[in-house]
């Protein structure tokens, strides 16, 4: 098998791995880079009708890329009674299988007492926020979940940050998380936590 053999091989690798993604953003990063592949990949063999149509794909995903990392998107939050939310318990259920993934002893029973919390993103319930009072500075998050389509760290950067001011309005500073997932651990690092055990994490805010 040639090189160039091998290159297209990669170019329809990568459109078929986009196709996979629920995340947009990711989908159309990995379809750009893959219908770019594949137009060298047409123009190199002389197939100049693969290339002009991968080339036209990849001047859309460029086109969706530079419109997303521009718009300009409104946040809001909004406090739930989970003893009167309709809402809250259909969100629950729909998500139950991927909040599992990363909260896998998740259980809204034993949470009557905790306050819960959408993140809205453009007027979308876009994410979940539970957590228990500790003291007066200190609360100890139970869920953090955002759902797929905007699972893009916006939600946490809008809520942990000065912009949001939720958690500093009502005096928290100490942030607390126990998790053993590893993908969860990831996200919790790269949200400015810190490991302070092995599945203790804490954000200073």
């Known amino acids: 098998m040639s090189f160039i053999e091998v290159f297209g091989y990669v170019g329809s690798f990568l459109i078929a791995v986009s196709l996979m993604m629920s995340?947009?953003?990711k989908l159309r990063w990995i379809n750009l880079f893959g219908a770019s592949t594949f137009a060298i990949y047409g123009g190199i063999i002389g197939a100049y009708p693969v290339m002009i149509l991968n080339s036209f794909i990849s001047m859309v995903d460029v086109y969706y890329l530079i419109t997303i990392y521009t718009k300009?998107?409104?946040f809001s939050i909004v406090e739930i009674d989970p003893k009167h939310s309709f809402y809250l318990q259909r969100f629950l259920d729909f998500y139950k299988k991927d909040i599992s993934k990363f909260f896998p002893d998740f259980n809204k029973e034993e949470l009557i007492e905790s306050k819960f919390?959408?993140?809205?993103?453009?007027?979308?319930?876009?994410?979940?926020?539970?957590?228990n009072k500790i003291s007066d500075d200190t609360i100890e998050i139970?869920?953090?979940y955002a759902i797929p389509d905007y699972r893009d760290f916006s939600?946490?950067?809008y809520f942990y940050s000065s912009e949001g001011d939720y958690l500093r309005g009502k005096g928290y500073k100490n942030l607390i998380v126990e998790s053993s997932q590893p993908d969860h651990q990831k996200y919790l690092l790269k949200s400015g936590y810190e490991r302070k055990e092995e599945n203790k994490f804490i954000k200073y805010i």
């Open 117 to 131: 919390v959408f993140i809205l993103r453009n007027m979308i319930p876009a994410g979940l926020f539970i957590y």
């Open 142 to 144: 139970k869920l953090d």
């Open 155 to 157: 939600l946490s950067k």
């Open 23 to 25: 995340n947009i953003v």
């Open 72 to 74: 300009k998107d409104y």
